[in-house]
């Protein structure tokens, strides 16, 4: 408890601190107002908004690694990112334009990109032998390869100047934050969180085994359903405003571990906590470069966990593909 507490104290601190740093340090001297517009209208959305992105992705790499047994599991591995890129691909190329309750067209394309996804791997489980964690990621891979040719052939016969935006989206990126995409993405990740937190003692057992956890009276067909559909709508929202900010699924949860152990009594929280703080963080340091213009952080996210996820395959001698 004290470990979470000090997390919380962190969390509190990063919220209050990240706004203020950037490329350029707002400072008090402002006769003319403009950094305190820039601070409320810019920076501080833009934290908010990587503070949830950076909840939801860390929650989601949890469950997942959690439910498949597998420590190299991440929000995106049931093939979520490849169905946004592919509807965003699509959307772009065809030049649609509109908006739905304030909602932009490209993050709905996303949206809906990430859904078909979603129902696909479903169905491909349902007709390969139920909500078995292998089912679940042979389908995932096997839509994931495909959604990724699709996006290819789609970007084959596109202009230079859409495949240009679709590469950027791709990079992952909060340049465009503001209030309405916070209010957009708070829903998916906190009702996420609810229905996370409410199955942490399944996720105990889930990681030890369907066997171990069926004795103990789960229903693991169910909780892998319920678990699947909330994780993966959670991640679809936070890539509508975010694109598919990699390796903060995997990162995070390994240093949860390190710091918490394993129950998911604790981890749930810890990894919502210091998932925000991580992103925010690196977020804050891709747009203090400038390089040619803004670092996309999820390019600075890649940098780092490129390298974590060789120490996890080094430290583990081969054996870090299982949970």
């Not at 997390?7 to 403009?34: M, S």
């Not at 965003?88 to 932009?104: R, T």
């Not at 934050?177 to 996370?196: H, R």
């Not at 319920?226 to 990162?251: E, K, Q």
Request: glycine share 14%.
């Amino acid at each position: 408890m004290k470990k979470l507490l000090v997390l919380l104290a962190l969390a509190v601190l990063t919220l209050l601190v990240a706004p203020h740093l950037g490329h350029t340090v707002l400072e008090g001297n402002d006769p003319k107002g403009i950094n305190d517009l820039v601070f409320r209208e810019i920076r501080v959305p833009r934290v908010l908004m990587a503070f949830l992105c950076g909840m939801g992705l860390s929650l989601g790499g949890l469950v997942f690694q959690a439910m498949f047994r597998n420590s190299l599991a991440t929000p995106f591995t049931l093939g979520v990112a490849s169905g946004s890129t592919l509807g965003v691909a699509l959307w772009v190329m065809f030049g649609i334009q509109f908006s739905l309750l304030g909602i932009s067209g490209l993050s709905l394309a996303a949206l809906a990109g990430a859904l078909v996804s979603i129902l696909l791997v479903y169905g491909m489980a349902r007709v390969t032998g139920g909500f078995s964690p292998l089912a679940m990621l042979l389908g995932g891979v096997v839509l994931s390869f495909f959604f990724s040719s699709l996006t290819l052939l789609v970007q084959h016969f596109a202009d230079a100047g859409s495949t240009f935006r679709v590469m950027r989206w791709l990079m992952g990126n909060l340049g465009g934050a503001d209030y309405e995409g916070v209010w957009q993405v708070l829903p998916f990740v906190l009702s996420g969180m609810m229905i996370v937190s409410f199955f942490r003692n399944e996720l105990d057992l889930l990681s030890l085994g369907d066997e171990l956890a069926q004795s103990r009276g789960v229903e693991v067909d169910r909780v892998r359903k319920v678990l699947f559909f909330a994780v993966s709508l959670m991640v679809a929202g936070v890539m509508t405003v975010c694109g598919p900010i990699g390796f903060v699924g995997i990162m995070v949860p390994h240093f949860c571990r390190m710091l918490f152990g394993v129950s998911h009594r604790n981890l749930v929280w810890a990894s919502v906590l210091l998932g925000g703080i991580f992103l925010v963080w690196c977020d804050t340091l891709a747009r203090s470069i400038s390089v040619g213009g803004e670092l996309p952080v999820g390019v600075l996210t890649a940098l780092l966990g490129g390298p974590f996820f060789l120490w996890l395959l080094v430290q583990n001698g081969g054996r870090g593909m299982r949970y």
